[in-house]
């Protein structure tokens, strides 16, 4: 069985943890033993008990002042670079003097010696460094965004992406990833939509799975794993209005059904350290919440390793009205269950005499300092603190060409086809002249899009022009003209249109590189519109008329409000930010020398006033479909179908399938039973191909309303002309399990509706019913 055909059984762990154990004695007056799905620890491999370290830990407990335990909990930057809007000077200063456990924005294995030895040689308990970085996707090597790989659908693809980084960025000094982002993300304006997988609960529980196996490995002792984080904890993706860093305001259950369960994911993958979110929850900052860092992360999932905070967040308590001074802001974190203070140097300048005058508790301060302690012990720092820093590994690590080209395969199986009028792709072989026009045409620094790590923006990346011109054949002639700009500033303008248009005039075929600036998408980067920015809009128009055969390379890291193109251009390609093989990848797609796969991780709008749109939303008590057509009292705009542009899951292949309808084993199942759902699927088409086939669910009623559809399984198969195959997946009652009425979490009898099909939607496939009994 393949690891995307096993994604139900991990799905199910994943999402069956007690969404409503704070609730838990009225869950157990009100609901039968059996439909109460329990909570089981999590117990990761490096969590093991080791009675050496605990011995070595208490020892060296017992010998730290109260600052040098400080020091453990305070992570600060270094000068390689900036993430934030502030640097900190004198980290040096704090090295030396034993005031700094773990520092950031700091690699290549000269660097981290230099480091390591003023903290390892210079101080007096000599506690080697951690370092950390934000290895998001790829360290040197490039990958797609998050985003982009999450539309590839597979697990394996994922894992080796990570896997990659984290034999890069520990070969340059790194022990520590801030990654993955497994924020559930719903709206398109919000700019971090590009570092996490997308609006699905299922999807995304799964990639976290992958993503943290690929960092940590199977062994964290080992020189070529990393610890991974899990962020932002928790809620960072429903920020009101799209708008980063604004307020979330969801209610307990929306948080335990669709917001955390990616979290318990990555805990059950074992992932060492999480973060803290900037937003707050249910009026508190999320690095303050002890219903969140205690009460659900420690109690309810039994998580043992350490809590670091977004960067300077518990200073942001200050403003966000919940603290009166940084003081008070320390103390809340600490108590609340934050171990490690980034970039804030709160804890640092305030904690000892938060201490002294009784406000936190040394057992709190030794509780923390010990999470940190076992993460460098299980790292083997204590017993080599230079075992990363080997400038000869470095050398024979970094850009390996099996990293570029696993790093192009990921890319080109990340690229969704979202339009192929006329089978305009893959691009005819009699093509002599292609024109490669727009401002993401020739751009390096916008193929590896944002939170890129160490990459190279200058020299390494393959434009879409290069990928495209290094494939062509003989005698074929590719030119390029940027022809528009994606800057906001430049829209009305139309310099650069006539040097394009005469490209486009003179050449059989045009290629349109459009989409986004590489900062556009990421931290602090949401929008109030989702249109192609800059002049794009009035230049692709000018080139579909022409009357000359347009293909889209859409290039961002959010879904965009595409509608005139959907409408106009015969071809679309999302290529998302592809990597430092990125150019490679799309003419590997554009010439058909791989056929697409990819399948949409969100859902795209028509236009911004649709937004927040997602697949599995709720029906109303007046849904559109119950109106006869132009109803106006139903739940519908004037202007604009309910309906997205393209729907979660979507995506085209140069191969066409066939599905025959589901059929199930049984027509019901009991507390303990399963059903096995099945379908044929054969490629129909005259090329092989790749297919990703999809299982939803719909409760039909519940003890609170549940939604129209919820994916609970995947699997991409690979067909050959005329083949067939057979995809199972097998249900039991916990993969149906929600959070209640009465706030326990567990399943209840009653109907459902199931399809297998290509993709999300009610008309996708027709579906088949079956019951689940008590």
């Given amino acids: 069985m393949t690891r995307s055909a096993r994604v139900l059984l991990a799905g199910a762990a994943a999402l069956a943890f007690a969404s409503g154990t704070a609730h ?10 059996q439909t109460q799905v329990p909570v089981a620890p999590a117990e990761p491999d490096w969590a093991r008990p080791d009675s050496q370290m605990d011995a070595f830990i208490d020892d060296l407990l017992a010998r730290m002042t109260l600052q040098e335990k400080i020091g453990q909990l305070t992570l600060l930057t270094s000068d390689w670079e900036s993430t934030g809007p502030t640097m900190r000077e004198g980290y040096k200063q704090d090295i030396a003097a034993g005031r700094v456990g ?19 040689e210079g101080t007096r308990l000599k506690i080697p460094l951690l370092f950390g970085y934000d290895v998001i996707h790829g360290h040197r090597t490039i990958f797609p965004i ?201 804890f640092m300048e305030n904690l000892a005499r938060s201490v002294e005058e ?58 969704v086809l979202l339009k192929n009028e006329g089978n305009v792709l893959p691009l005819a072989a009699d093509a002599g002249r292609i024109a490669v026009i727009g401002p993401l045409a020739d751009s390096k620094a916008d193929m590896i899009g944002s939170w890129a790590a160490g990459g190279d923006r200058e020299t390494r990346p393959v434009t879409v022009f290069e990928g495209i011109a290094a494939r062509a054949g003989d005698g074929v002639s590719v030119e390029h003209a940027k022809g528009a700009s994606y800057e906001f500033a430049d829209a009305g303008k139309t310099d650069g249109f006539a040097e394009a248009l005469a490209l486009a005039e003179r050449s059989d075929v045009i290629v349109a590189a459009m989409g986004e600036k590489w900062d556009m998408t990421g931290e602090a980067a949401s929008r ?39 409408e106009n251009v015969p071809a679309i390609l999302h290529a998302w930010y592809p990597g430092t093989q990125g150019g490679h990848a799309v003419a590997d797609v554009l010439f058909g020398d791989y056929n697409p796969s990819g399948k949409l991780p969100v859902t795209f709008p028509r236009n911004v006033g649709q937004v927040p749109i997602h697949y599995d939303m709720k029906n109303t008590g007046r849904p559109i479909e119950l109106g006869a057509p132009g109803a106006k009292y139903v739940s519908r705009y004037l202007n604009t ?43 129909t088409g005259d090329r092989a191909g790749e297919e990703v086939v999809q299982l939803y669910v719909r409760d039909l009623v519940g003890s609170v309303t549940r939604p129209v559809q ?60 079956f019951t689940l009994t008590e």
């Fill in 358 to 415: 009784g406000r936190v508790d040394t057992a709190k301060i030794d509780r923390a300092v010990r999470r940190v302690l076992e993460m460098k012990y299980r790292l083997g720092l204590f017993d080599d603190p230079y075992r990363y820093v080997d400038a000869a590994r470095e050398k024979a690590t970094l850009y390996k060409p099996e990293f570029l080209e696993a790093a192009r395969d990921v890319a080109r199986k990340s690229m």
């Fill in 102 to 120: 773990a520092i950031f924005n700091a690699y290549t294995a000269a660097y981290t010696r230099e480091l390591q030895e003023m903290a390892v």
């Fill in 641 to 683: 179908p309910n309906d997205p542009l393209y729907r979660f899951g979507y995506g085209l292949s140069y191969t066409t399938f066939a599905y025959s309808p589901a059929t199930l084993s049984a027509a019901s199942m009991g507390p303990g039973g399963s059903i096995t759902a099945s379908a044929t699927i054969t490629n």
């Fill in 146 to 346: 998050s985003l982009g790989e999450a539309a590839s659908w597979d697990l394996d693809a994922i894992e080796t992406s990570a896997r990659v980084s984290a034999q890069e960025a520990t070969a340059e000094g790194i022990h520590w990833t801030f990654s993955p982002m497994v924020d559930v993300s719903r709206d398109a304006r919000w700019g971090r939509m590009s570092e996490g997988a997308g609006e699905d609960v299922f999807l995304g529980s799964e990639i976290a799975r992958a993503r943290v196996r690929g960092y940590q490995g199977e062994d964290l002792g080992a020189v070529d794993t990393m610890l991974a984080t899990a962020k932002h904890f928790a809620a960072y993706g429903a920020a009101q209005a799209g708008r980063d860093y604004h307020t979330v305001d969801i209610s307990e259950r929306t948080l335990r059904d669709v917001y955390l369960p990616p979290f318990k994911a990555a805990v059950d993958e074992g992932v060492a350290t999480f973060m803290t979110a900037f937003n707050e929850y249910d009026g508190v900052p999320a690095s303050g919440s002890k219903f969140l860092l205690t009460d659900v992360l420690r109690h309810e999932w039994g998580f043992d390793g350490f809590v670091v905070t977004d960067y300077t967040s518990i200073n942001e308590m200050v403003p966000h009205g919940y603290s009166r001074d940084l003081a008070q802001a320390g103390e809340q974190a600490l108590n609340a269950g934050v171990d490690m203070d980034m970039q804030g140097a709160v």
């Fill in 710 to 769: 919820e994916l609970k399984g995947f699997e991409k198969i690979m067909l050959e002309p005329g083949e067939s195959r057979t995809v199972s997946f097998t249900l039991t009652p916990r993969d149906l399990a929600f959070t209640r009425a009465d706030m326990s979490h567990g399943w209840e009898p009653g109907e459902f509706q199931l399809w297998i099909a290509p993709s999300s939607g009610a008309k996708a496939s027709t579906p088949v019913t």
């Fill in 528 to 566: 109030t519109t989702l249109d192609l920015p800059g002049n794009q809009q009035a230049l692709l128009e000018a080139l579909v008329a022409t009357g000359k055969p347009v293909v889209l390379v859409l290039l961002s890291g959010r879904p965009n409000a595409i509608a005139w193109a959907d």
């Fill in 24 to 33: 838990a004695s009225a869950a157990a007056a009100q609901t039968s033993p």
